[in-house]
């Protein structure tokens, strides 16, 4: 993962944006909604959208329970976030997520003009934060949420997804 400084400018009062010391409340949260969608053989990413302190929306992967390639954490909580504060525009708004967004979901974030992101591991195949694309600081985007990656849970994240990871892949062997 490429470091930078973050940049983007806040579309909102900064007291209705998550602070780091908030991080690591926010991050569990989402990172048990990540373990939630192992459960229905999801991969175990998880997500959390906050505002002015407390979690307004929620959600893990949903793609293979719902057959839908779009069913990513970020975007379905990003959806509940609309539809719970009645606007689209959730600029007063801070996305956690476990796992570095892909292109899909920084997208979603810069289209929800989301102030800020926050993501617990890199995601070195398709993060579009810093990885793999930098989605976030794009000067010709509309809008730049700033993001910060908090690496406290790194660990306990990428443990989470090597375990389901190779629970599938037992899973495939066996039915072989």
Excluded at 30 to 51: C, M, Q, S, T, Y
Excluded at 67 to 95: K, N, Q
Excluded at 128 to 138: H, I, M, P
């Amino acid at each position: 993962m490429k470091e930078r400084p973050r940049s983007g400018a806040p579309f909102a009062d900064p007291a209705t944006i998550a602070r780091p010391s908030d991080d690591d409340r926010f991050m569990r949260e989402a990172l048990e909604e990540g373990r939630l969608a192992a459960d229905h053989g999801d991969v175990p990413i998880g997500a959390a959208i906050v505002r002015d302190g407390a979690v307004v929306a929620r959600a893990g992967n949903r793609r293979e329970v719902d057959a839908d390639p779009t069913a990513h954490a970020e975007v379905i909580a990003i959806r509940e976030a609309a539809r719970s504060l009645g606007r689209w525009r959730l600029s007063d708004c801070t996305l956690y997520v476990t796992v570095e967004p892909c292109a899909m979901c920084a997208g979603a974030a810069v289209l929800a003009r989301v102030a800020l992101v926050v993501f617990g591991a890199p995601d070195e195949k398709a993060g579009a934060v810093r990885s793999v694309a930098e989605l976030l600081d794009a000067t010709w985007m509309n809008h730049r949420p700033r993001w910060r990656f908090y690496p406290q849970l790194r660990g306990e994240i990428e443990q989470v997804l090597s375990e389901f990871f190779a629970t599938q892949r037992r899973g495939r062997s066996e039915a072989d």
